[in-house]
């Protein structure tokens, strides 16, 4: 019982796992948000894009001292601009073009990270976070942007619903569907850099990706979606410090690795849709009979099967 | 509004209109007239340009030459206020959504930016999913349609708009009996009640009972008139680019 209560009081006896465990929330939260849009468009492929793209923006202004966030951001559009200026040759493919220039992306700020001081240790917080040395400055600056990201998803949210669930007559309409994609993808490259420090830039996509995932497989509502997703985010950044705390094990890869195991239980064993519940539902159909009125089909189907049999 | 519409003022005008898809000319001379009460049935073989006349109706493709008119408002102007049932396939499908906010996504640019569906909005989609018999699935998520149901949302979502007029791509394609019918009742009412509809069709004997006019088209208006008026079988022909076939023409209820 006691080493119960230090396994949950521990960590926040420390002023840098209040810091983390604040940082892992937020992030959590806001990629859930974001992340549910990007998965319901089918673009997590672009979010690994970004992710890589930014990588040179945020090793610049990392080397040269100035607001990570920015450098980011302009790095990421840039790369995107490349992205659709190669893509108007006919014979490639976007998505061979954005493979194309996410990769030199990378190599371009491992490249400028290099001419830093203390090359190897910067160059792993950037891959895997740092996200137990955080400043408090770091902190207020997620809780900022986060809350900026969180209150423009939720200004277009029925605008991005409308256009991913039919974009020709969504344009018909005259909503201004190019301008929606670009806010997206701002929101989606914002959502990396500020998740970098907590989980760093390949495990991010993570954070993006799986919560939103796992909500899909649990829900049919978008709402309850876009609540699900932020929980388990949370949820799982919060999860995996303490186990971090607790085994003394990387913080991000950790993270990372309890978000994947809540996919793998909710593919598993989603209500309806997982892999096991779906097959003992079948079973429960077939067997129960007060479903026989709600689902006339199967056994009108049955019957006309064993009425068939001995004439056969 | 009213007034100009019953003198007859057209609901969508067409003038010779030509589109050129990527240097190849997909429609050319397109005059086409819709009128309150008009269902009419735009017929030709694939690749004839039927989608992309719709297109050109709904602005997402500019004419090369000529001119679209809504309501007397250059087509361009006038965004936003025809009802478009696009095929069953351009709509995502596997989205987390139950069919009543499916049909309100109609109504999105209406609503407008930073609200939220007010009073009106929600009294629109409920009478559009009367209209086609949907409100007992209006939970439903629609995943979980089958394809007649699925036709169904496409229309609720246009008719939401309420629309004067409504533009419907291969609306009978895959859907069984039932589900036409009620389709068809549907639009026939729609037609009634002084709404103007513009449908592409390859269900041809289907198009000829209810449309009240039909449009051969073959990159261009090959013949136009109410279904009795195009008996000649070599007008038929000539807008199927085919040279003789009984079957067709039994088929039309050209011959028979």
């Known amino acids: ?104 992306a990378f190599g371009l700020g491992i490249v400028i990270l290099s001419t830093a001081p203390g090359y190897s240790g910067s160059l792993e917080s950037f891959l895997f976070g740092q996200i137990l040395g955080i400043s408090d400055g770091d902190v207020v600056t997620v809780a900022v942007m986060g809350l900026i990201l969180l209150l423009i998803a939720g200004a277009v949210h029925k ?75 949370a949820g799982s950044a919060v999860l995996g410090l303490y186990l971090s705390y607790a085994y003394n094990l990387a913080a991000g890869g950790l993270i990372v690795l309890v978000v994947t ?35 006339p089909a199967q056994p009108t189907d049955n019957t006309a099967l064993v009425e068939r049999t001995p004439a056969a | 509004m009213t007034d100009v519409a019953t003198s007859g003022t057209p609901v969508l005008d067409v003038r010779s209109v030509a589109v050129d898809l990527g240097g190849r000319l997909a429609l ?80 999105t640019h209406r609503i407008g930016w930073l609200r939220r569906p007010r009073a009106a909005d ?37 008719l939401a708009l309420r629309p004067r007029l409504l533009l419907l791509d291969e609306p009978f394609t895959g859907l069984d009996v039932p589900t036409q019918e009620l389709l068809t009742s549907l639009f026939s009412q729609l037609s009634d009640e002084g709404k103007a509809l513009l449908m592409t069709t390859h269900d041809l004997p289907a198009a000829a009972d209810l449309a009240t006019r039909l449009c051969l088209l073959n990159k261009t208006v090959i013949a136009e008139g109410p279904p009795d008026t195009l008996r000649d079988p070599a007008v038929w022909l000539r807008a199927f680019g085919v040279a003789k076939s009984d079957q067709l023409l039994t088929s039309l209820g050209v011959t028979r």
């Open chain 1, 261 to 295: 195991g809540v996919f793998i239980v909710c593919w598993l064993l989603a209500p309806r849709h997982g892999l096991l519940t779906a097959r003992t539902h079948r079973r429960g159909h077939a067997l129960a009979p007060d479903d026989v009125a709600a689902a």
């Open chain 2, 122 to 158: 929600r009294e629109a989609v409920d009478e559009a999913l009367e209209r086609v018999a949907m409100t007992e699935l209006r939970h439903r998520p629609i995943g979980e349609l089958s394809g007649g149901q699925r036709q169904r949302v496409l229309v609720a979502r246009a």
């Open chain 2, 28 to 107: 050319k001379d397109i005059d086409l007239t819709v009128r309150v009460g008009d269902l009419v049935g735009l017929i030709g073989p694939n690749g004839a340009g039927k989608t992309t006349l719709l297109r050109a109706i709904l602005g997402l493709l500019t004419p090369h030459t000529g001119s679209i008119h809504l309501d007397g408002q250059p087509a361009d102007r006038s965004r936003g206020t025809v009802g478009y049932v696009p095929q069953r396939h351009e709509f995502a499908w596997d989205f987390p959504l139950p069919v009543a906010k499916a049909v309100l996504t109609g109504r």
């Open chain 1, 1 to 104: 019982m006691n080493s119960v209560m230090d396994f949950l009081t521990g960590p926040w006896e420390h002023l840098f796992m209040r810091r983390a465990f604040a940082v892992a929330v937020m992030c959590g939260i806001v990629s859930g948000v974001v992340g549910a849009h990007v998965v319901l468009r089918g673009m997590a492929f672009i979010g690994d894009a970004v992710s890589h793209s930014v990588f040179p923006g945020v090793a610049i202004a990392f080397v040269f001292q100035f607001n990570l966030v920015l450098g980011g951001a302009v790095a990421g559009l840039l790369t995107a601009l490349a992205v659709a200026v190669f893509s108007q040759n006919r014979r490639l493919k976007e998505d061979t073009v954005i493979g194309v220039f996410f990769a030199a």
């Open chain 1, 159 to 233: 605008e991005l619903v409308t256009v991913s669930l039919d974009r020709e007559t969504a344009t018909a309409m005259g909503l201004p569907v190019f301008a929606l994609d670009v806010v997206l993808y701002a929101l989606v490259t914002v959502t990396v850099v500020i998740s970098l420090q907590a989980v760093g830039n390949i495990l991010v996509l993570a954070l993006l990706i799986t919560p939103a995932a796992c909500a899909r497989l649990l829900t049919d509502r978008i709402g309850i979606m876009m609540a699900l997703a932020p929980a388990i985010g």
